[in-house]
């Protein structure tokens, strides 16, 4: 029962965040988690390294913001679009890349992340260097006006939620038991009669369609669907905050998508602005060599050994 | 001009030429990458980002030192490998027993690190480096003009890339490879210092890339994120040709110089994706690579 208090815990912390903290960046820290989230279902759970993440967050974007500048969609619509849009790029890339594994897997997604980048930047819809701009919020279900911050920080948190029940329901289901054990054996996984490809492949297509719904949900937020969010930048990342936060932990993508966001706000208003991809780099590497389960997991081994 | 169906020879071979050139620098790098990965079964992130330095040091020997492009081409790479010996001893060995999925987001690391620096220090902006005085010119060819530059590249790349292979595959030193590639265990019971031919290996392949970043200052303009591009590019290479051979990785990098050349010419919007469609093809038909050995 100590983690159904921890989540009421977190929750009551996340309905009253918006009066102590500027909503636009509890909802980029949500929209960054969910990603992370998303990410980790892959990483942390089936042992499948995606470097190309960024395209389906990319695609979510491009999507509902092209339907909320030309149509006149509400938002939810939009972004159930966004969602199914990149969810069904996710089917068709993961049927590629599940073809290969461990270190050929990353370089695949990556390559075929690429291979988005370059088609948003010539598509004639998709605005080119300049991206989607000036992307209307609408009214959700045609009665709730978004523009305001805090409505749309609430309908933020209620996506994210959402997103992160979905995750914990997959990893506890008997599906998600199946995804870890092809993590940690999988010839025995196939010898005991699962196609292991057509179960990394539901996975993979689960990650990338919770990813375009971080992703859709992002271009609301900033009202901007932009090159960046498709740049194979955007995809490391990712990767590097569910490597901080701990990868395979519940919370350990909240955690570093968490610092991660907090490091660039830091950085990005002053001089130091030049300095993110070093400082990025550098705790790339010093998690790498000095802690690999990352801060919730480091957290978890501490208090397993102080207080079991 | 010259033309046969319609087509205009003049600007074809002209992209072809560029085709081939840029076919050289897969291939250096692609090269680098499968040497890397025949005996310590890492992919080197840091490759682009050792290329694109490779291009700077050029630049910096000959504008802080007064260093000219003959020496630099020789004493620029013999820089990265040492680097590169560095970081691998103090940086990938430590973790060398782990999933070889963290050496490629070390080397990740590394590579934002130093292309983040260089970004501060020079901007992104390109700097120029001027073509030697001995390779200024051109040659004037029944259907086109070839600058002497250009067609020292596609010779030098050509040169290093097969006496490479030479080397790995017809020396002794090279069978210490192989066999390192096939049993590191059992080599360094036959009492060959496996861990040093680890750490050489890897500085040599890395070095390569120094190699093609010198090679490369003088036609593209010397800038912090040269080498991020064609790395994702080189990486697409790599799936494409499986890195079962050394001589696969070569031919791959050239064939899809050409293949990129082509398409500029025929089809131009999709030049610089071409590339990575005839990756998704090789994936659905022959998953393991054009020569990769693996099922």
């Given at each position: 029962?100590?983690?159904?208090k921890?989540y009421l815990?977190?929750?009551?912390?996340?309905?009253v965040?918006?009066s102590l903290v500027y909503p636009?960046?509890?909802?980029?820290?949500?929209?960054?988690?969910?990603?992370?989230c998303?990410f980790?279902l892959?990483?942390g759970?089936v042992?499948?390294l995606?470097?190309?993440?960024?395209a389906?967050?990319?695609?979510?974007?491009?999507i509902?913001?092209?339907l909320m500048?030309e149509?006149?969609?509400?938002?939810e619509l939009g972004?159930?679009?966004g969602?199914v849009g990149?969810?069904?790029?996710?089917?068709?890339?993961?049927?590629l890349a599940?073809?290969?594994?461990g270190i050929?897997f990353a370089?695949?997604t990556?390559?075929?992340a690429q291979?988005a980048?370059?088609?948003?930047?010539?598509a004639?819809f998709s605005?080119g260097?300049d991206?989607?701009?000036?992307?209307?919020?609408?009214?959700l279900?045609?009665l709730?006006?978004?523009?305001?911050?805090?409505?749309?920080?609430?309908f933020v948190?209620?996506?994210?939620?959402?997103?992160?029940?979905?995750i914990h329901?997959?990893v506890?289901?008997?599906f998600?038991?199946?995804?870890?054990a092809?993590?940690?054996n999988?010839?025995?996984?196939?010898?005991l009669?699962?196609?292991?490809?057509?179960?990394?492949?539901?996975?993979?297509i689960?990650?990338s369609?919770?990813?375009?719904?971080a992703?859709?949900?992002?271009?609301l937020?900033?009202?901007?669907?932009s090159?960046t969010?498709?740049?194979?930048h955007m995809?490391?990342?990712?990767?590097?905050?569910?490597?901080?936060?701990?990868m395979g932990?519940?919370?350990?993508?909240?955690?570093?998508?968490?610092?991660?966001?907090?490091i660039?706000?830091l950085l990005s208003?002053?001089?130091?602005?030049?300095?993110?991809?070093?400082v990025m780099?550098?705790?790339f590497i010093i998690?790498v060599l000095a802690?690999?389960?990352?801060?919730v997991?480091?957290?978890?081994k501490l208090?397993?050994k102080?207080f079991? | 001009?010259?033309t046969?169906?319609?087509?205009?020879?003049?600007a074809?071979?002209g992209?072809?030429l560029v085709g081939?050139?840029?076919?050289?620098f897969?291939a250096?790098?692609?090269?680098g990458l499968?040497i890397?990965?025949?005996l310590?079964?890492?992919?080197?992130f840091a490759?682009?980002?050792?290329y694109?330095?490779?291009?700077f040091?050029?630049?910096?020997?000959l504008n802080?030192?007064g260093?000219n492009y003959?020496?630099?081409l020789i004493?620029?790479?013999?820089a990265i490998?040492l680097l590169?010996?560095?970081?691998?001893?103090?940086?990938v060995?430590?973790?060398?027993?782990?999933d070889?999925l963290?050496?490629?987001?070390?080397?990740f690391?590394i590579?934002?690190v130093?292309?983040?620096a260089f970004?501060h220090?020079?901007?992104?902006?390109?700097?120029?480096y001027?073509?030697?005085d001995?390779?200024k010119?051109g040659?004037?060819?029944p259907?086109m003009?070839l600058?002497n530059y250009?067609?020292?590249?596609?010779v030098?790349s050509?040169?290093?890339?097969?006496?490479?292979w030479w080397?790995i595959?017809?020396?002794k030193?090279g069978?210490?490879?192989?066999?390192?590639?096939e049993?590191?265990?059992?080599m360094q019971g036959?009492g060959?210092n496996v861990?040093?031919?680890?750490?050489?290996t890897f500085?040599?392949?890395v070095?390569?890339?120094g190699?093609?970043?010198v090679l490369?200052?003088?036609v593209?303009s010397?800038?912090?994120?040269?080498?991020?591009?064609i790395?994702?590019?080189?990486?697409?290479i790599?799936?494409i040709?499986g890195m079962?051979?050394?001589?696969g990785?070569?031919l791959?990098?050239?064939?899809?110089?050409?293949?990129?050349?082509?398409?500029?010419?025929f089809?131009p919007?999709a030049?610089?994706?071409?590339i990575?469609?005839?990756?998704v093809?090789?994936?659905?038909v022959?998953?393991?690579?054009?020569?990769?050995?693996?099922a």
């Amino acid at each position: 029962m100590k983690i159904n208090k921890l989540y009421l815990f977190l929750i009551v912390v996340a309905l009253v965040a918006p009066s102590l903290v500027y909503p636009v960046f509890l909802m980029k820290l949500l929209c960054f988690a969910l990603f992370a989230c998303a990410f980790n279902l892959l990483l942390g759970f089936v042992g499948l390294l995606s470097f190309g993440h960024a395209a389906f967050l990319g695609t979510g974007g491009y999507i509902t913001g092209y339907l909320m500048l030309e149509t006149g969609i509400t938002p939810e619509l939009g972004i159930l679009a966004g969602t199914v849009g990149a969810g069904l790029l996710g089917a068709i890339y993961g049927k590629l890349a599940v073809k290969r594994e461990g270190i050929y897997f990353a370089m695949v997604t990556l390559a075929l992340a690429q291979l988005a980048f370059f088609f948003y930047l010539q598509a004639p819809f998709s605005g080119g260097e300049d991206g989607l701009q000036g992307v209307r919020r609408g009214a959700l279900f045609g009665l709730i006006d978004l523009s305001d911050n805090f409505a749309m920080y609430y309908f933020v948190l209620a996506i994210f939620i959402f997103g992160f029940w979905l995750i914990h329901r997959t990893v506890h289901s008997p599906f998600g038991q199946i995804l870890k054990a092809i993590r940690e054996n999988e010839p025995r996984a196939v010898s005991l009669g699962y196609n292991v490809n057509d179960y990394k492949w539901v996975a993979f297509i689960i990650s990338s369609a919770l990813a375009g719904l971080a992703g859709s949900t992002k271009t609301l937020v900033f009202q901007l669907a932009s090159l960046t969010d498709v740049h194979w930048h955007m995809s490391g990342e990712v990767v590097l905050m569910t490597l901080l936060g701990g990868m395979g932990t519940i919370f350990g993508p909240l955690v570093g998508a968490g610092v991660v966001v907090s490091i660039q706000n830091l950085l990005s208003g002053g001089e130091l602005g030049n300095y993110i991809n070093i400082v990025m780099g550098v705790i790339f590497i010093i998690c790498v060599l000095a802690f690999r389960s990352g801060l919730v997991g480091e957290f978890q081994k501490l208090m397993k050994k102080n207080f079991n | 001009m010259a033309t046969i169906f319609g087509i205009n020879l003049f600007a074809l071979s002209g992209q072809l030429l560029v085709g081939l050139i840029n076919g050289s620098f897969y291939a250096l790098l692609s090269l680098g990458l499968a040497i890397i990965f025949g005996l310590l079964k890492i992919i080197n992130f840091a490759q682009g980002a050792m290329y694109m330095l490779g291009a700077f040091f050029a630049w910096m020997a000959l504008n802080y030192m007064g260093i000219n492009y003959w020496w630099a081409l020789i004493l620029v790479p013999i820089a990265i490998g040492l680097l590169a010996i560095l970081m691998e001893r103090f940086l990938v060995r430590p973790i060398a027993n782990e999933d070889h999925l963290y050496s490629l987001l070390l080397t990740f690391g590394i590579a934002l690190v130093l292309q983040g620096a260089f970004t501060h220090i020079y901007g992104s902006s390109g700097l120029p480096y001027q073509i030697p005085d001995e390779l200024k010119g051109g040659t004037k060819l029944p259907f086109m003009y070839l600058p002497n530059y250009r067609a020292w590249i596609i010779v030098s790349s050509l040169v290093v890339c097969f006496s490479t292979w030479w080397v790995i595959e017809k020396t002794k030193l090279g069978a210490y490879l192989r066999a390192g590639t096939e049993n590191p265990q059992l080599m360094q019971g036959f009492g060959i210092n496996v861990p040093l031919i680890t750490t050489l290996t890897f500085g040599f392949g890395v070095a390569l890339a120094g190699f093609a970043g010198v090679l490369a200052a003088p036609v593209y303009s010397v800038s912090p994120d040269m080498g991020s591009n064609i790395l994702i590019v080189v990486f697409a290479i790599v799936v494409i040709g499986g890195m079962g051979s050394i001589g696969g990785a070569i031919l791959t990098g050239l064939m899809m110089g050409v293949v990129e050349g082509l398409t500029k010419f025929f089809y131009p919007e999709a030049s610089t994706t071409v590339i990575f469609l005839f990756m998704v093809i090789v994936l659905l038909v022959k998953p393991a690579g054009l020569f990769g050995k693996e099922a």
